[in-house]
């Protein structure tokens, strides 16, 4: 009888095993991801890469970040010397004139990333 016993589960322990291994996982999609619409026309209409990562702005301390280096305001950036900052660009000025660098890529037209379609915005007044 014991016998029997362990013999119907290790055979129902193998059963287990093999419907286990024959089936496979589904592989799961990202909820948050952009559909593929979109994804192909970001990647066409990619912004241009610009080395400014980050602006520091605060009482005591003015600089940037470009291409992972420090730059205080007044210092140098290749041969290129930071002159100018405010909180979206900074401004460098070399031999071959100045150049401003953007922090994010300039908009089109902001109405319209916004997903206003020529209507302005409706002020509601609440009492």
Same mark, same amino acid.
């Given at each position: ?5 362990? %013999? $119907?589960? @290790?055979? !129902?322990?193998?059963?287990? +095993?093999?419907?286990?291994?024959? *089936? =496979? ?16 026309? %970001? $990647?066409? @209409?990619? !912004?241009?890469?610009?080395? +400014?990562?980050?602006?520091?702005? *605060? =009482? ?68």
């Amino acid at each position: 009888m014991a016998d029997r016993l362990m %013999t $119907a589960r @290790a055979l !129902a322990a193998v059963a287990a +095993l093999l419907l286990a291994a024959g *089936s =496979s996982a589904q592989a799961l999609s990202d909820p948050t991801r952009p559909p593929l619409e979109l994804m192909s026309a %970001t $990647a066409s @209409a990619a !912004a241009p890469h610009t080395p +400014l990562q980050s602006i520091l702005l *605060s =009482s005591t301390r003015k600089g940037a970040i470009i291409d992972g280096q420090y730059v205080a305001l007044g210092g140098r950036y290749g041969n290129r010397k930071l002159v100018g900052i405010s909180a979206t660009a900074v401004t460098l000025k070399g031999e071959h004139g100045v150049e401003v660098l953007q922090l994010y890529p300039p908009m089109e037209n902001a109405s319209a990333a916004a997903g206003v379609e020529g209507n302005p915005e409706k002020v509601v007044k609440r009492p």
